[in-house]
């Protein structure tokens, strides 16, 4: 369904059983997968807030399918030729968050009201953003996080962490997990690798590629959150010292 006054620019790809609602536009580089909502006054595709952009470059945004893009949200196209902004399927953008250029942002995750994701950032599957975030350019956020609302992410998030005021991990995501039915065993060892990276002196990319050379940690979330930390443009986010490791363990 497209409203009548809504703007779907010719060369816009749009996928089965799509709905473009009253004063959205869609421009010519975005690609929507089926059963993609497009809420009222969101521009998909638009060009990205960059000062040195061509817009004679053919870039792309594209939405995964059964994704909601509620009123006001925007999604930028890439910067880079032939790149593409990638917002993943079954996400959930909240009314005004914004998708700045060449941004990742994998299956299932929630975007709360008024979230900022600066440039180049990448957003894992399972994450929840709250409302009012604003996140770094180059900045990862691992899967199954959770930011709360109104937090500065200026350093990389770790996987399944909870991330609160500026860069400040709380614990581990363990309702997320039991939600996503993460096993036991799993949850162990991230409970266990949570305080050996976090609460060991020491350089914390050094910590964690011993952690996985030792070979102690054998389930594939546990060794996913240490793989995290061997990567990356930026810092990481650090441990709150006071009630991290509690938290961590309940």
């Known amino acids: 369904m497209i409203h009548p006054t809504a703007i779907i620019e010719a060369g816009a790809q749009l996928g089965a059983e799509c709905e473009v609602q009253a004063y959205a536009v869609v421009t010519r580089h975005a690609v929507l997968g089926d059963r993609v909502i497009v809420g009222s006054f969101a521009v998909i595709g638009g060009d990205p807030q960059h000062l040195t952009f061509d817009r004679r470059m053919a870039t792309q945004a594209i939405i995964g399918a059964g994704t909601v893009l509620r009123e006001h949200v925007t999604v930028n196209r890439s910067i880079y030729a032939d790149g593409r902004t990638v917002v993943g399927e079954n996400c959930y953008l909240m009314t005004a968050a914004h998708v700045a250029h ?14 900022m994701l600066a440039g180049h950032t990448s957003v894992g599957a399972h994450t929840f953003v709250g409302g009012g975030v604003a996140v770094h350019q180059f900045t990862r956020i691992g899967e199954g996080a959770m930011i709360s609302g109104v937090a500065r992410v200026a350093r990389d998030a770790a996987p399944f962490t909870m991330v609160a005021e500026r860069d400040e991990v ?79 363990q309940e």
């Open 102 to 115: 060449d941004c990742v942002i994998g299956n299932h995750v929630v975007v709360a009201n008024n979230v």
């Open 170 to 248: 709380i614990g581990l995501n363990l309702v997320g997990l039991r939600r996503r039915g993460v096993p036991r065993a799993s949850v162990a060892e991230l409970k266990t690798a949570f305080r050996e990276v976090y609460f060991t002196a020491g350089n914390i990319r050094e910590t964690a590629a011993r952690a996985l050379e030792q070979g102690t940690y054998q389930t594939p979330e546990a060794r996913r959150f240490l793989e995290f930390f061997t990567s990356g443009k930026r810092g990481f986010a650090r441990a709150r010292r006071e009630g991290g490791e509690e938290e961590a």
